[in-house]
C-alpha cells in the first residue's frame, strides 16, 4: 500500500524556468513532509521540510508547498539548474511512528542547459 | 564531521546465504534507520534502532534483524535470501534528541541475490 505517491516518474526542465515537482500523500496522519535529492550512486541527501502546520517553506531556489486538505505537497525550484538533475523522492512521517519515514518512488528530474 | 559510511559498496549472494550489511552513524547522531530500495522503487523502512535497542519496524519478516553497538554504528542481517531481496540497502542516521529529524543516508550497499 503506497500511501506517498509521486506519479511523474520524470520531468525535463530547461535551465532557467521553474522545476515543480508533485507528491500525494493518502494517510490523513501525516503531519510532516520533506524532499530528498539522490544522484547515482550516491545516498539521499536531505533537501528541505515541512510541517503541517505550515503551508509553504522556502530555503533559497527551494519551496515546498503544502495543501493539507487536497493532501498533496509541491517542491518548486527556481531557477532550475543543470545541477539540479537528480531523483527526487518526497517523504512523510506521523507521530504514531516517530522517525519512519514513508517514501514516495521518485520523479527524476533533468535540467537542460 | 564524518558522514554515514556503508560497507560492503556491492555484494552479490545466492539463495538461502545470510548476508550481514554494516553502517557507521555520523558523528553526533544516536539512531540508525535501515531501509530497503528496489529498483524503481522509494526507500521501505525496515526497522530503526536507538540505544542499541529496536525503535520501530516496517513490514518486512523476522529474517531482517539488526544490531546497534554502543558507538551507534549498526548491522542488518538478513537469513535465508530470496532473490527479491536484491535491492539497494541504505542506512540513515540522525539525532533522536530531535523528533522531527532530518535522516541523514549512507550511499548504499548493492545486494544482488541469484
Known amino acids: 500500500d503506497q500511501q506517498v505517491k509521486q506519479n511523474s516518474p520524470s520531468l525535463s526542465v530547461q535551465e532557467g524556468r521553474i522545476s515543480i515537482l508533485n507528491c500525494d500523500y493518502t494517510?490523513?496522519?501525516?503531519?510532516?513532509f520533506l524532499w530528498y535529492k539522490k544522484y547515482p550512486a550516491e545516498g539521499p541527501t536531505f533537501l528541505i521540510s515541512?510541517?503541517?502546520?505550515?503551508d509553504k517553506n522556502e530555503d533559497g531556489r527551494f519551496t515546498v508547498f503544502l495543501n493539507k486538505s487536497a493532501k498533496h505537497l509541491s517542491l518548486h525550484i527556481v531557477p532550475s539548474q543543470p545541477g539540479d538533475s537528480a531523483v527526487y523522492f518526497c517523504?512523510?512521517?506521523?507521530?504514531?511512528?516517530?522517525?519512519?519515514?514513508?517514501f514516495g518512488t521518485g520523479t527524476s528530474l533533468t535540467v537542460i542547459p | 564531521e564524518t558522514g554515514v559510511t556503508q560497507s560492503p559498496t556491492h555484494l552479490i549472494k545466492t539463495r538461502g546465504q545470510q548476508v550481514t550489511l554494516r553502517c557507521s552513524s555520523q558523528?553526533?547522531?544516536?539512531?540508525v534507520s535501515w531501509y530497503q530500495q528496489a529498483l524503481g522503487q522509494g526507500p521501505q523502512f525496515i526497522f530503526q534502532?536507538?540505544?542499541?535497542?529496536?525503535?520501530g519496524r516496517g513490514n518486512f519478516p523476522p529474517r531482517f534483524s539488526g544490531l546497534q553497538f554502543p558507538n551507534y554504528s549498526s548491522e542488518l542481517n538478513v537469513n535465508a535470501l530470496e532473490l527479491d531481496d536484491s535491492a539497494l540497502y541504505l542506512c540513515?542516521?540522525?539525532?533522536?534528541?530531535?523528533?522531527?529529524?532530518?535522516?541523514?543516508f549512507g550511499p548504499g550497499t548493492r545486494l544482488t541475490v541469484l
Open positions: 515541512i510541517s503541517s502546520i505550515k
Open positions: 558523528s553526533g547522531h544516536n539512531t
Open positions: 540513515a542516521s540522525s539525532d533522536y534528541g530531535s523528533f522531527y529529524n532530518e535522516q541523514f
Open positions: 494517510n490523513s496522519m501525516f503531519d510532516y
Open positions: 517523504a512523510a512521517s506521523h507521530p504514531n511512528t516517530g522517525n519512519q519515514f514513508y
Open positions: 534502532y536507538y540505544r542499541e535497542e529496536e525503535n
